[in-house]
């Protein structure tokens, strides 16, 4: 028990001191899109994440979080969200061995703008703008108590005719002192660089989860920007009623104007495929998060595990 509290300090000391240091460089930053999360689950969830990390969602938010997959996951999400920008998230993954997992993650979010030479109806050119990245994650499991996980990214951005190339790298680690009853997460997002010249997104997030029962968890999370807007925290709760209907609320604060403050809730619904599918678990998931200023965004999302 005393080297369980004592990792739990570490890791609170840790946390702390680091979200000092990131928000004192604060700024713009290119590969805007990053900034989007990924995943259905997880924002149904307000955006805490990081420290439950319990499934092919944790690409995008804990590559540590991958040790937890017991089959091979695969999922595709898409997000209808505001001014017609809409993003899109694929990943899959799978067990090496006892204590390796790797996955391979796309994330992306594009728009069209028009072009008019006068005020007409209909513009005179259109263009799509907007970028993807390419990742392939690789996790291993410390101890049982204790995983650590990579990304290492590919990035490419097109704004009108130009377009620029990156690379970046996530990592992330997850403790689980108690089990699967207390988690703790730590990740950095999008560490690297692009021929721009400009800064990533990159971004600290410390997350605290607690799943008292199998059909409940609960979470918490503290996202800190190093460069651009403001720290925020995320809380969610998930029930599943009968492994057959999950419900889930989560709300999540930022102390500058974002799109991401307010509650978010959605659904989940799995069952075990028929016929030739009677080995894959199927899950649906769906999203709202509502906003005042410019509307709601939905989430769908399809994840399979076999």
Not at 73 to 94: K, P, R
Not at 116 to 133: E, I, N
Not at 272 to 301: C, E, K, M, W
Request: glycine share 12%; with cysteine; net charge negative.
């Amino acid at each position: 028990m005393k080297k369980r509290l004592l990792i739990i300090c570490l890791f609170i000391i840790a946390t702390a001191a680091w979200s000092v240091e990131i928000h004192e460089a604060a700024g713009t930053t290119a590969a805007a899109f990053l900034k989007v999360d990924s995943g259905t689950r997880p924002m149904a969830m307000g955006g805490a994440f990081t420290g439950l990390a319990n499934d092919i969602n944790t690409l995008f938010w804990n590559p540590a979080g991958l040790t937890s997959i017991e089959f091979r996951e695969f999922s595709a999400m898409q997000n209808f969200s505001v001014a017609d920008i809409n993003s899109q998230a694929i990943g899959y993954a799978q067990r090496l061995n006892q204590k390796t997992a790797f996955g391979i993650g796309f994330q992306g979010a594009f728009t069209q703008i028009e072009y008019r030479a006068q005020p007409t109806d209909k513009p005179d050119d259109l263009a799509t703008v907007g970028g993807f990245a390419t990742g392939l994650t690789l996790a291993y499991e410390l101890i049982p108590e204790i995983s650590i996980g990579g990304t290492a990214k590919l990035i490419h951005q097109r704004l009108s005719v130009e377009n620029s190339l990156g690379f970046a790298g996530d990592f992330g680690m997850v403790l689980r002192p108690m089990g699967n009853l207390l988690g703790l997460g730590m990740s950095l997002q999008h560490a690297g660089l692009i021929d721009t010249e400009e800064d990533l997104p990159m971004t600290a997030r410390a997350g605290i989860s607690f799943t008292p029962l199998n059909e409940l968890s609960v979470a918490g999370d503290v996202t800190y920007p190093l460069v651009g807007d403001f720290p925020s925290v995320h809380a969610g709760l998930e029930y599943w009623f009968y492994d057959l209907i999950a419900f889930r609320v989560g709300y999540s604060l930022n102390q500058g104007e974002s799109l991401k403050n307010g509650p978010t809730t959605g659904i989940g619904l799995r069952r075990d495929g028929r016929s030739s599918l009677v080995n894959t678990n199927f899950q649906f998931d769906y999203a709202l998060v509502p906003s005042a200023d410019v509307g709601n965004a939905h989430r769908i999302a399809i994840l399979g595990r076999f």
